[in-house]
């Protein structure tokens, strides 16, 4: 069951007695670690809830686990990002996994971690995240016994549904085109766009444009990439090289420039390739959605900015790209990658 399918009906599942809440998008965890809290009712928290960080051991675990509760009927533990997912074997941890399947009365126990056992997840997340391995015995048995709550990230649609409902509660007007703007330049995850907002919220800035966010929200790797990308596309040359030095620092090289810039390049191809076919911006957009797997902002970026390209150009310079990409992690030192920019943004 997904997070918010959860928060919606989870008095339903209060008498459960085992959780397993995991997934890519930590917002969403903290969302419903909280609700199960919640609806556990514990008196006296001080004394009877209590949370486990990584690296308590199965002992440990086993130990709270069974410690009767003080002046309530419940008690819950909260064991959070075990290490024990990726151990190996052990007696206690095999005791441990013994008594997931009969945990006392008074016991309420919540795992959560962050991280996936989806390997199409942890391809495209952008932020650092653990595998589950699904061989793991507590996996294993957490997913034949408990509760599961899955937060991975949200579709494009709740995504913004969420970002305008947030953005209100902190006194914001956006509108759909700042909303994916915003989502589309920020660090992937939805602390990250809160946090963002916050900022705006705070600078009383109410109806914040384009412009605001853009000169207002931290400078990732990503979204100093899209600034280049979006200088060099302007032909503003000088901010352009001015970025790269950002982007080196960050980097320690411009492999992952370099990654992000054929990404861009393959999508304008794509939406070239579309629109020399008569499809209509929108109609190219869309299906550069659906066939890329992007969400709609970054299709129809792609669809803008390849107008001032011939499909020869976008084919051009794609190939450059890889071949700058293969002298990169060769011997072979590369030319300086301003030159390398001009050649591949204004075909000389």
């Known amino acids: 069951m997904e997070v918010l399918d959860f928060t919606r009906k989870s008095k339903e599942y209060s008498a459960e007695r085992l959780f397993f809440v995991y997934g890519s998008e930590s917002y969403l965890i903290d ?124 579709s494009e649609a709740m995504l913004r549904t969420w970002i305008l409902s947030t953005a209100k509660k902190k006194g914001l007007v956006l509108n759909n085109q700042t909303v994916d703007f915003l989502s589309y330049i920020c660090a992937p995850d939805m602390y990250s766009i809160m946090n963002e907002l916050d900022k705006l919220a705070s600078l009383g800035i109410p109806e914040p444009s384009a412009d605001d966010i853009l000169s207002i929200c931290s400078h990732t790797t990503e979204y100093s990439i899209f600034l280049f990308h979006d200088y060099m596309i302007a032909k503003n040359y000088e901010k352009a090289f001015d970025l790269l030095q950002t982007i080196y620092t960050e980097e320690k090289s411009f492999i992952g420039l370099t990654a992000s810039l054929a990404n861009k390049f393959r999508l304008m191809y794509m939406a070239k390739s579309s629109l020399n076919l008569g499809y209509s911006a929108q109609t190219a957009a869309d299906q550069l ?45 590369p030319e300086d990658f301003r030159i390398f920019s001009l050649k591949l943004y204004t075909g000389i």
Not at 295 to 301: E, F, G, T, V
């Open 31 to 154: 969302i419903a670690c909280k609700q199960i809290t919640a609806n556990a009712g514990i008196e006296l928290p001080e004394l009877n809830h209590t949370k486990l960080e990584s690296e308590a051991a199965a002992d440990e675990i086993i130990d709270n686990a069974l410690r009767a509760p003080m002046f309530s009927e419940k008690r819950l533990v909260h064991i959070k990002n075990s290490e024990l997912f990726t151990d190996g074997k052990s007696a206690a941890l095999k005791e441990l996994c013994d008594l997931l399947g009969d945990i006392p009365e008074t016991t309420v126990l919540l795992f959560s971690f962050h991280g996936s056992d989806d390997q199409k997840i942890l391809d495209r997340t952008q932020m650092p995240l653990q595998k589950l391995d699904k061989r793991k015995s507590l996996y294993k048995t957490l997913t034949e016994k408990a509760f599961i709550i899955t937060a991975n990230p949200l």
């Open 289 to 333: 959605s659906k066939k890329a797997g992007i969400k709609a902002y970054p299709a129809r970026l792609a669809v803008q900015e390849c107008r001032g390209f011939t499909l020869e150009n976008l084919k051009r310079s794609f190939k450059l790209l890889l071949d700058y990409d293969i002298s990169q992690k060769s011997s072979t030192t």
